[in-house]
Antibody, heavy 118, light 112 residues
Framework: QVQLIQSGAEVKKPGASVKVSCKAS????????MHWVRQAPGQGLEWMGR????????NSAQKFQGRVTMTRDTSISTAYMELSRLTSDDTAVYYC???????????WGQGTLVTVSS | DVVMTQSPLSLPVTLGQPASISCRSS???????????LSWFQQRPGQSPRRLIY???NRDSGVPDRFSGSGSGPDFTLEISRVEAEDVGVYYC?????????FGQGTKVEVK
């Protein structure tokens, strides 16, 4: 079965960077895009961007351009999302999500809580 | 960006009764390939979201047939024919036709 296992919770200071990992199993990693979606406490869902695992090309929402870096290591079936210049507004649960094949999303990771606090 | 507007934002329901959630897009969601990429997700308390419906009306495997999606733009609907206790949570629509992909604000379904 498809599983996406994310790294643990992080606490960062404003101005720092955070890197979240997402290890995939149960499918052919290189055959699907991986997306990143975040959810601030008590709020809705926000699509951040995606990476084409086979090749590494990325697309991201304009508000994150210049701050988000999405990468992958196909040898260990793991995708990464790094967000820099953190502010308190970046406090959220970050999800990796597999592309669903119909311009949507299917399998979700368990989420990684990133807390930005001085 | 395409704005997805859901209503209502809170939906108290009686178990066994039907429920309906609306989602309106600020632009046409018909893709250049002719398809409409509108999905629905369920997020139970404390859990990650789960896809229920893709391409407006296609139900994911394992999703009970009491869930159905419809619409042709700009208005889309998720219906639950008979609400069960396990259906409590927040429901989101999402469009994948235009970049960036955008979600509705979410509709919280709770038992009366």
């Amino acid at each position: 079965q498809v599983q996406l296992i994310q790294s643990g919770a992080e606490v960062k200071k404003p101005g720092a960077s955070v890197k979240v990992s997402c290890k995939a199993s149960g499918y052919t990693f290189v055959d699907y895009f991986m997306h990143w979606v975040r959810q601030a406490p008590g709020q809705g869902l926000e699509w951040m961007g995606r990476i084409k695992i086979n090749g590494g090309g990325t697309n991201s929402a304009q508000k994150f351009q210049g701050r988000v870096t999405m990468t992958r290591d196909t040898s260990i079936s793991t995708a990464y999302m790094e967000l820099s210049r953190l502010t308190s507004d970046d406090t959220a649960v970050y999800y990796c999500v597999r592309d669903g094949g119909y311009y949507d999303l299917d399998y979700w990771g368990q989420g990684t809580l990133v807390t930005v606090s001085s | 960006d395409v704005v997805m507007t859901q209503s209502p934002l809170s939906l108290p329901v009686t178990l066994g009764q039907p429920a309906s959630i609306s989602c309106r897009s600020s632009q046409s969601l018909v893709h250049s390939d002719g398809n409409t990429y509108l999905s629905w997700f369920q997020q139970r308390p404390g859990q990650s979201p789960r896809r229920l419906i893709y391409k407006v009306s296609n139900r994911d495997s394992g999703v009970p047939d009491r869930f159905s999606g419809s619409g042709s733009g700009p208005d889309f609907t998720l219906e639950i024919s008979r609400v069960e206790a396990e259906d409590v949570g927040v429901y989101y629509c999402m469009q994948g036709t235009h970049w960036p992909w955008t979600f509705g604000q979410g509709t919280k379904v709770e038992v009366k």
